[in-house]
């Protein structure tokens, strides 16, 4: 067995993606959720410590100084963008006190190794196309803003006590695993391609919000990755973490799809009969967000295997077998 890895959020949509992986790589993977959104079933085949990053701190410390990590993913961030406005308070709970809890426990138990899922949502309606690392900085959103404040601890803990980290700002996670057997299982659907996959297998409404964005065809425009990718890049950047370096990176496909190119797509793939109503834009939404992927190509390369078609094939394929989720 290899280096032990601590996945924080391991139950979770990505997290569940992300320790299968890391086994796979013959890492010994140790999974941290508090389970509030997490699946217990996405995780049966590991260890999983049922931990609270905000009140659980004891445990969190006592964790860290019994197992000695040699790193951390850190995946365990509330991400709807749109709560983060009507409750902020539990965003910044979660996102940040909940992370500085973990950056202090692996501090006192001298983890010196950090990956953080992070967000293209902390540099707000970009200044360019595609968006580069060093661009502004402007979240739109308080998701978005604990991000960007996540991000600067880890500058400030590499600075004093030498905590090294990769930051990967990554846009739309989406997908399932090839065979179906995993996938995105929310109770309330927020995310763009299985909402529309999961409402037109039940042949119900599915609204789209905004149709007068600023771009070609009236609706939003963002960067679509699959998760198999997502995780193959944080395993990257693990190793890349051996050179005692810190970095930041995108992570994304490097193009963006209209929210009308994705329903195209999902018709073609799936075959369903769409029922589309439009409403209104969401505040906070920026018109156009895609990255540039040259950075991680370069210095981690990474090469995104998967497309739009294997991403809606896929959760299609997920969404079909399991209606329910891990509840069937």
């Known amino acids: 067995m290899g280096k032990k890895i601590l996945v924080t959020g391991g139950a979770g949509y990505i997290g569940s993606f992300m320790v299968r992986q890391l086994a796979e790589k013959n890492y010994e993977v140790v999974v941290l ?18 931990i609270d990053l905000v009140t659980d701190t004891q445990k969190l410390d006592d964790l860290f100084e019994n197992e000695k990590f040699s790193a951390v993913v850190h995946m365990a961030s509330f991400i709807q963008m749109g709560e983060s406005f009507v409750n902020p308070a539990k965003y910044y709970l979660n996102n940040v006190v909940g992370f500085l809890n973990l950056m202090e426990a692996m501090r006192k138990g001298n983890c010196k190794k950090i990956v953080l899922s992070s967000s293209a949502g902390v540099y707000g309606n970009p200044e360019r196309l595609p968006i580069d690392e060093n661009d502004s900085k402007d979240p739109l959103n308080p998701y978005g803003e604990t991000k960007y404040i996540m991000e600067r601890i880890l500058e400030d ?6 905590i090294k980290f990769v930051s990967l700002r990554y846009f739309n996670a989406a997908g399932a695993s090839l065979d179906g057997s995993i ?3 929310h109770s309330e659907e927020s995310h763009l391609i299985p909402n529309i996959i999961t409402k037109a297998i039940k042949g119900e409404e599915i609204e789209i919000f905004g149709s007068d964005y600023d771009t070609p065809d009236g609706t939003c425009i963002r960067d679509y990755i699959h998760v198999l990718d997502l995780v193959e890049a944080h395993s990257l950047a693990l190793e890349f973490l051996d ?9 994304g496909i490097g193009k963006g799809y209209s929210n009308k ?11 369903l009969e769409l029922k589309i109503k439009y409403g209104p834009k969401r505040v906070g939404d920026a018109n156009s967000l895609y990255a540039s992927n040259e950075k991680i190509k370069k210095v981690l390369g990474w090469i995104p295997k998967y497309n739009l078609k294997d991403i809606v094939k896929s959760s299609f394929i997920w969404h079909n077998t399991h209606p329910n989720g891990y509840h069937n």
């Open 183 to 185: 996938g995105e299982a």
């Open 157 to 162: 803990y590499d600075g004093a006590y030498e």
């Open 261 to 271: 190119e994705i329903i195209e797509m999902i018709k073609k793939v799936t075959g």
């Open 33 to 50: 959720d508090n389970l509030s959104y997490g699946h217990i079933e996405a995780v049966k085949d590991f260890r999983l410590e049922k």
């Open 243 to 251: 050179n005692g370096k810190s970095e930041v990176f995108n992570l």
